[in-house]
């Protein structure tokens, strides 16, 4: 009787004690070079995301690791590798090698083989995001923004292949009208208008666009004139700039994390 009893306690207080729900932390891997670095470091991204949803977890990939003099670069350029979610250089890297002006790396990377150790360290992740930087935009020709598109035609039908994951595909920064010109601007307006549309699309559930390039471009393609830095050859978008983009970043990572 007296076992009885007791069991019957141990039920009663199991059920009227609150159970604390402890949820998977989400991860986010962010790959960029120093356009998305100043973003994490100007723009404060991981304290903006840190307001949203203290759980959720920014890693990011600048540079690969310099081979030389491998830690004093690392905390004093972009060449960091893997940074952790405190924003603390792991003395990582997933040797991701991407040019700054065209997105044919990232097909390669996201072609190949699922043990591959780079993409295999990419899809460790809940959430992928990557971006091209602001080269990308100053499309010198026709030729040129057709290839591009195949680039991200390869991209897009190599993530549906991994239903399980988001992707953050990121339009590619403007660039300052000092280094291009109108018809190249003209172009690139083209390609984010190509990224945003159905057409591209193609209703892949998994693929997300983070409007980059809209965020910093004028009506006419280039950077606009408020975002510029001192120097007239630099297209880093200025720390207004980053400070600007990043808490609308923040959110659009925290909606993408929180969708599945």
Not at 37 to 65: A, C
Not at 132 to 144: E, G, L
Not at 228 to 239: A, C, G, K, Q
Request: net charge positive; hydrophobic share 40%.
């Amino acid at each position: 009787m007296l076992k009885v009893i007791t069991l019957l306690v141990l039920f009663f207080v199991l059920m009227t004690t609150p159970t604390k729900i402890i949820a998977k932390e989400k991860t986010i891997l962010f790959i960029h070079h120093s356009t998305g670095g100043n973003l994490i470091k100007e723009g404060k991204l991981r304290s903006e995301i840190k307001k949203i949803d203290p759980s959720l977890q920014l890693w990011d990939h600048n540079y690969n690791l310099s081979p030389i003099f491998t830690k004093l670069l690392a905390h004093n350029t972009h060449l960091r590798g893997l940074s952790d979610n405190n924003g603390t250089v792991t003395g990582k890297d997933y040797t991701i090698v991407l040019s700054n002006n065209s997105p044919k790396e990232y097909a390669d990377i996201f072609s190949r083989n699922p043990k591959d150790p780079t993409l295999k360290a990419i899809l460790n992740y809940d959430v992928i995001a990557f971006k091209n930087c602001y080269p990308t935009t100053k499309i010198v020709s026709d030729k040129q923004l057709a290839e591009d598109k195949r680039f991200y035609i390869s991209i897009r039908n190599s993530l549906k292949k991994y239903p399980k994951k988001q992707f953050i595909l990121f339009t590619p920064p403007p660039v300052r009208k000092e280094v291009t010109n109108t018809q190249n601007a003209k172009r690139a307006k083209l390609l984010v208008h190509w990224l945003r549309s159905k057409e591209f699309a193609q209703n892949v559930p998994n693929i997300h666009i983070f409007d980059f390039f809209s965020l910093l471009a004028n009506n006419n393609g280039f950077l606009k004139q408020e975002y510029t830095r001192l120097l007239p050859w630099d297209s880093h978008p200025n720390v207004h700039a980053n400070k600007t983009v990043a808490p609308l970043l923040a959110t659009y990572l925290f909606s993408v994390a929180s969708s599945k």
